[in-house]
């Protein structure tokens, strides 16, 4: 069935510094979305990425999309105490919305 | 606009005890619903969805059943509860192919 990796599985930044967080899939996805848990809290939906090679910005976040439709990456520039938490993507295709597991992003002040 | 309500918003239940869970949405009509599960600092687990009324596919053989008694009412149930069964429950919906909206998430500890 289809399969959506993402790594790395934890990532420690010290405030300020970058972070990217990358995703793969096993098949050709219809879309790829997007969601941010924060800890205690629930899933909420960021972005959706429908376009082979689209990129989309909210704020210091760049979302793209591969060519190919099977991988997409989420980078934060300068990141801020309120970006901690864990980052999930989740990637349509022909077996439904299938969710990576999720980068923990771990924010040093 | 819409929202989506789940309740309670923790429960301590004993081994063996039933369980019901209920998620109701507001502001659309026919949507797809979804339970997750996911274990303390953990994944989404699929446990079942439903695209219309009484239509439930379960992804996971379980000690869990899920109903849909209305268009925007999904239940999550048991009969008798297990440790395993311990974890975060989450409702959300979505329509088609698009977004998914969580609700706030139940908290289920198992003693």
């Known amino acids: 069935g289809q399969q959506v990796m993402q790594i790395p599985q934890y990532q420690h930044v010290q405030e300020g510094e970058d972070f990217t967080t990358y995703c793969n899939s096993s098949?050709?996805?219809?879309?790829i979305q997007w969601y941010k848990q924060r800890p205690g809290g629930h899933p909420v939906f960021l972005i959706q990425l429908v376009k082979s090679g689209e990129v989309k910005k909210q704020k210091r976040l760049t979302f793209q999309f591969g060519e190919a439709k099977k991988n997409s990456s989420l980078h934060i520039t300068a990141t801020q105490t309120t970006d901690v938490g864990t980052y999930f993507c989740?990637?349509?295709?022909?077996?439904?919305?299938?969710f990576g597991k999720g980068t923990h992003l771990i924010i040093q002040p | 606009s819409q929202t989506i309500h789940q309740w309670p918003a923790t429960l301590v239940q004993p081994v063996g005890s039933p369980l019901s869970l209920e998620c109701t949405v507001e502001g659309t009509s026919n949507p797809n619903l979804y339970w997750y599960r996911q274990a303390a600092g953990r994944g989404l687990q699929l446990l079942f969805y439903s695209v219309g009324i009484g239509q439930i596919s379960s992804e996971v053989p379980q000690n869990l059943s899920a109903s849909r008694p209305q268009d925007r009412q999904f239940i999550l149930s048991s009969k008798k509860l297990l440790l395993s069964d311990s974890g975060f429950y989450l409702c959300a919906w979505s329509a088609l192919i698009t977004a998914q909206y969580f609700g706030p998430g139940t908290r289920l500890l198992v003693l």
């Open positions: 989740a990637g349509w295709g022909a077996d439904g919305l299938t």
């Open positions: 098949t050709t996805l219809s879309n």
